[in-house]
């Protein structure tokens, strides 16, 4: 790992100067990201984007109110001006402070931590990048009735230091990447966009470049677009209440908004309820409420090897760990954080607190939170035994309420399924719901051998706005009695 | 000097470092600075309260019509050369990009009224906490709010090898909140170019307003109804329609609902939408990140789908100028409006409501998304105040639906149009709306609670 030792003398200093300012505590977060950012549409290559940010995020508690500042200018005396403005700011809002905060126990420590890579994607040459891009979108194009073929490469680089004003020192380098494609087939009145591996751009991991090789973008390419092509004039998804079996992608997504996004404790406590929304959880549901069926088994894993979401130490400082969250489909317990820990009586973090940058205050983030997989070895052994149902695959649209209740997703990809098998393609194809009752008529889920974690490079929250990578382990699923429809 | 600037000579000196770099044809690079603090509080207590500062230099490079673009933090003169050898290097591993169309030489800037303000660039995290204390004063007994009340400054900097050299400096101040209390909740927002010029006791006293009239919600039958949408409705279904309808590049791949449809009638003759960066009342920059002067560009003119907006490579290929509606490159979207206005009507929300005999009307929409951009299809919730209209009065709140609807077929049923335009920022885009009234609205379902 390659960290000079430097940062920890600049977030150390950062974290005295904030505590001889009369901070009761005091953290400091050097970040150096580096980005790439590869697009080619049609063949062609659409952009090259290779982006470096560094700086200094100090975060300080002074009459039990946090105060945060930070600047991108890494130097010591930058530090010691954000230290300072960190404690000034804590210090504006104390007459608006009715209850001061309090922070979970956490033990010290001193470690260092880095993602475990085979092949890393910053050596690997632009060239090769971009020439793999360009074969997949030119055989998507090739396809007759594609008219739009895309594709696109990321990964981003952090390299951090943490130190806390409780001894805490922590060096990390966490390195993501992932790659996808897409064929869009536009008709008089319809556009229909087929994605692979999955929409968001594609599939993401904690990995290396080896990711992107098991792909086969390009050998996938005609299929995709094939596809695409070939949705412009299915059927329309029937409106109806079915069986419904969704692909693991969709169960991703459907997991990432009706349990991920609901079970975040800052959510519950109301702190995003400008923004990002509530949720329909208290706290006195941990260990009462059922969530789902009984097959419904749910942990927030930040040490899944190789999951978009997995880290060693959070931005709090606290170990990665494994929360249950929903057992036998009774709801365990939250993503928290120190301060949302000790505000429901735990006595420990959740080890879910991330930053996007150095810039941004660390809030309560989805990890792994990822579905355990049941029993069935095949999608053939969920489609046994239904005489009428709907398959629907690769999330296209997706919309919930604000705390976490009433959804809508939308799909690429529909079947028909029709005496245990698939039959027509179908398009369009949404259903909807609500949470608990969604997850109550769970009845099937894919064996271990269907369990995938699938990354999503874009889950959006806080104020300022910030962007997380997170993962969900899914596998395909069915559930009895869904409203299905076409949007 | 302003609080906080460091002035045009100094940016100019940094991007000179960048646009010195050798073996390339053409360079563009830009310095954006920025700097301010937002308060954001919850449970009617400050919470999360940010402050900082940053310098992003991003640069394009140019060598054969091949294409590389880096950033860096590095706002300095050495930071500015490396960010570009960066793309210098990136572009040498790209292909040439036929839609390339050359950058932007020196052209004057549009007047527009005052975008920066001194005051406002310097505000302190004590005056942005008295403002969420003024917004908190507003709250009735019962209730609570959440919300962010936050000051920013930019300072930007553009160079290119064809001749351009701009400079701008702006500033801008915003309240919003979500008040909730006894089951009910209520929204209000507000921007300006200067904290003096926000009010955020009104966008309190407005929330709590809205969040005292909506307890106790009500069942209502999902079904097509008449409504009145309120501005911040109205502002979630034009940044949709903007997003997927009139981008040259969405128009010119097909994927637009425009395509076929410009000079026809797409809405009611009451719609008027144009994409507005230069008039009175607009926030921001007044050029895009390739250097071109931003254009007042009709959209949909009484009703006539009237108009796309382009940045260079999409204007070049249609035979017209750009119209300043470049992303930061690299950009994989195309053009994007980010100043949407809709032109305000002669009616009052109550003589809009007045009008509706049986109906709904929406203080706003929440999580929409498209289903069918060539359709403008999009579904959503709505959120923080949803209420019956009976007999031209508004009725009691009912619980919140979800829609299904096709943006451009609503704007096609609207025949009242609101006298007062909301105003709404989402970071560097900013929306302008009335609240309407559309005789047809798709509600499909009843949320839970």
């Known amino acids: ?487 | 000097m302003s609080a906080g600037a460091l002035g045009a000579d100094r940016l100019h000196a940094v991007l000179d470092a960048a646009l010195g770099v050798s073996g390339a044809d053409d360079v563009e690079a830009q310095v954006t600075r920025t700097w301010g603090g937002l308060t954001r509080f919850a449970r009617s207590q400050v919470h999360q309260h940010v402050a900082g500062d940053d310098s992003i230099v991003a640069v394009r490079v140019v060598t054969g019509a091949r294409i590389g673009v880096a950033s860096t933090n590095d706002a300095t003169a050495r930071g500015a050369a490396t960010a570009a050898a960066r793309a210098l290097a990136a572009a040498r591993c790209s292909a040439p990009d036929p839609t390339y169309a050359g950058l932007a030489g020196p052209a004057p800037l549009p007047a527009v009224g005052r975008r920066y303000d001194d005051d406002t660039a310097g505000a302190s995290p004590r005056r942005r906490a008295a403002a969420v204390a003024d917004l908190l004063s507003r709250l009735l007994p019962g209730q609570e709010a959440a919300g962010a009340v936050a000051t920013t400054a930019s300072e930007v900097g553009l160079a290119t090898t064809a001749g351009a050299r701009l400079h701008t400096l702006t500033s801008g101040a915003s309240a919003s909140t979500v008040v909730m209390g006894h089951g009910a909740s209520g929204h209000a927002e507000d921007a300006a170019v200067a904290l003096a010029d926000l009010h955020p006791g009104d966008v309190g006293q407005r929330a709590a307003a809205t969040c005292a009239a909506a307890v106790d919600p009500g069942p209502a039958e999902p079904a097509t109804y008449e409504v009145v949408l309120l501005p911040a409705a109205v502002t979630t279904l034009l940044q949709y329609l903007g997003a997927t309808t009139v981008s040259a590049k969405a128009h010119a791949e097909g994927r637009s609902a425009f395509c076929g449809r410009l000079g026809t009638p797409v809405a009611s003759p009451l719609v008027h939408v144009a994409d507005d960066a230069v008039g009175d009342g607009a926030l921001g920059a007044p050029f895009d990140p390739e250097g071109t002067p931003k254009q007042r560009v009709e959209l949909i003119a009484g009703g006539t789908a009237a108009g796309l907006v382009h940045d260079r490579a999409t204007a070049a290929a249609a035979g017209v100028d750009s119209t300043g509606h470049a992303l930061a490159a690299p950009n994989p979207w195309g053009p994007l409006p980010r100043h949407l206005v809709m032109a305000p009507g002669d009616s009052s929300i109550d003589e809009l409501v007045a009008g509706v005999e049986r109906g709904l009307m929406v203080t706003r929409f929440w999580y929409t998304r498209t289903l069918n951009s060539k359709q403008t299809l999009v579904t959503g919730m709505t959120r923080d105040g949803t209420f019956r209209i009976d007999g031209g009065q508004r009725g009691p709140a009912v619980r919140n639906l979800r829609f299904n609807q096709s943006i451009l077929e609503a704007l096609a049923s609207c025949d009242g149009v609101g006298d007062l335009l909301r105003v709404a920022v989402d970071g560097t885009s900013q929306t302008r709306a009335p609240a309407l009234r559309l005789r047809s609205f798709r509600f499909t379902s009843v949320a839970g609670h």
Not at chain 1, 300 to 319: I, K, M, N, R
Request: aromatic share 6%; net charge negative; with cysteine.
């Open chain 1, 1 to 487: 790992m390659t960290l000079p030792a430097e940062t920890e003398t600049l977030a150390r200093r950062a974290v005295e100067v904030a505590i001889a300012a009369g901070a009761t505590y005091a953290d400091a977060r050097f970040v150096d990201l580096d980005e790439e950012h590869l697009a080619v549409r049609n063949g062609e290559v659409e952009g090259v984007g290779v982006s470096s940010s560094a700086g200094v995020g100090v975060r300080v508690l002074k009459h039990g109110c946090w105060g945060f500042a930070a600047t991108g200018v890494p130097e010591p005396a930058q530090a010691e001006v954000a230290a300072r403005l960190a404690v000034e700011v804590a210090e504006s809002g104390q007459a608006l402070q009715r209850s001061p905060v309090r922070l979970a126990g956490v033990e010290p420590v001193q470690d260092r931590w880095e993602t475990a890579l085979a092949e890393d994607p910053f050596a690997v040459p632009l060239e090769d990048k971009l020439d793999l891009l360009v074969r997949a979108t030119r055989a998507m194009l090739g396809v007759p009735g594609a008219s739009v073929a895309t594709g696109g490469f990321h990964a981003w680089r952090r390299r951090s230091r943490f130190v806390s004003s409780e001894g805490t020192s922590v060096a990390q380098r966490i390195v993501h990447c992932g790659a996808g494609i897409t064929a869009t087939a536009v008709g008089e009145h319809e556009i229909q966009t087929r994605s692979y591996p999955n929409s968001f751009g594609g599939d993401f991991g904690a990995e290396g470049y080896e990711l992107v090789r098991r792909l086969d973008l390009a050998g996938q390419a005609p299929r995709v677009a094939e596809e695409a092509v070939q949705l412009l004039d299915a059927d329309p998804c029937p409106a109806q209440t079915t069986t419904l079996v969704l692909d693991g992608s969709q169960v991703s997504l459907q997991v990432h908004e009706s349990i991920g996004h609901a079970i975040e404790l800052d959510r519950v406590l109301g702190s995003e309820a400008a923004y990002a929304g509530t949720s329909f959880l208290t706290p006195h549901d941990r260990g009462r409420l059922r969530y789902g069926s009984p097959l419904l088994n749910v942990v927030a894993d930040a040490t899944t090897p190789g999951a978009l979401g997995s880290f060693g130490y959070d931005d709090e400082g606290v170990a990665a760990t494994c929360t249950p969250i929903v057992t036998g489909g009774v709801f365990r317990d939250f993503l928290s954080s120190r301060e949302t820990a000790a505000a429901i009586g735990l006595d420990r973090s959740g080890a879910t607190m991330r930053a996007q940058s150095w810039a941004h205050l660390p809030l309560i983030r989805m990890t792994n939170v990822s579905l355990l997989p049941g029993q069935a070895g095949s999608l053939d052994e969920l489609l046994d035994g239904v005489d009428h149902g709907i398959y629907l695959e690769t999330n296209r649209s997706w919309s919930i309420d604000d705390r976490r209740v009433d959804f809508q997703f939308g799909t690429e990809w529909g079947r028909e399924i029709r005496h245990g098998r698939l039959g027509r393609v179908l398009r369009n194809g949404t259903y909807g719901g609500r949470t608990t009752s969604f997850w109550g008529s769970l009845d099937a889920l894919g064996g271990p051998g269907l369990w995938k974690a699938w990354g999503l490079p874009n889950c959006g929250k806080g104020q300022p706005g910030q962007g997380s990578r997170v993962a969900h382990g899914a596998v395909p699923a069915r559930f009895r009695d869904v409203q299905v429809g076409a949007g």
